[in-house]
């Protein structure tokens, strides 16, 4: 279990979390949806539960283990929005073995999981294209399959359907369930895109103004994180815009 308690978390005289606590299990497979406007901390959140920023004040552990950070080196991998960190000029294969790299993972091993997630992801024949050639759909395939082959238990993806056609969006969504389900793996992602996380998710987070306003413990159609969300924003005076920005 990820327990995450009373986290607070600054830039220098600005706060940007507020006491944000939930807990997340680790021992079976999910996929939990993280909804917010633009602003409301949800980057920060989630580069702080991928280890990769510090918080303020608060606690974050896990079971069996002394230190969150040192745990997320080994558990935990973020897949960013867009393509960003991607390496244009190189293959598909060399960005999957730098990226492992990056998280410590064997290289003999990391070659296994590769061949067998792009095999998943019906992917074997992109291996050895370059990057720069792909669609916005085989870029985004091929940043998932640079996070499946970290190896990871917890894997956090920011945006996942930005760019994508209808498609690729389907495809996508397919790809996720799929994978939590048969790696066992936990998925946290952040998006505006109620249609797809309504499609996929399991458990919603709300977040709001660097608070974390709501939580539902169960699957929902789009239609009723959308009602969810509009009633979050007019109770904490938002605005049309920023529900906008969710559908």
Known sequence: MIRIENVNKNYKKKQVLFDISLNIDIHGHSIIGLIGPNGAGKTTFIKVMAGL?????????????????????????LIPAGERGLRYKNTVYDNVM???????VAENKVKSLMYEYASLLNYTDFLNRRVETLSMGEKKKAM????????????I???????????????????????????????????????????????????????????????????????KYTRLNTNLGGNNEDILKCN
């Open 53 to 77: 920023l510090d918080y303020s004040s608060g606690k974050i552990s896990v079971d069996n283990s002394n230190s969150y950070k040192e745990w997320c080196k080994e558990n935990v991998v």
């Open 98 to 104: 730098y990226f492992a790299a990056m998280k410590g």
């Open 144 to 155: 998932l399959l640079c996070g499946l082959c970290t190896d990871m238990k917890v894997i």
């Open 157 to 227: 993806m920011d945006e996942p359907s930005n760019g994508l056609d209808v498609d690729a969006r389907i495809e996508m969504e397919m790809l996720i369930k799929m994978l939590s389900t048969k790696l066992n793996k936990i998925f946290l992602i952040s998006s505006h895109d109620i249609g797809f996380l309504g499609d996929i998710a399991e458990r919603y987070i709300f977040i709001f103004k660097g608070k974390k306003v709501a939580e539902v413990e169960n699957a929902m159609e789009a239609t009723e994180i959308y009602d």
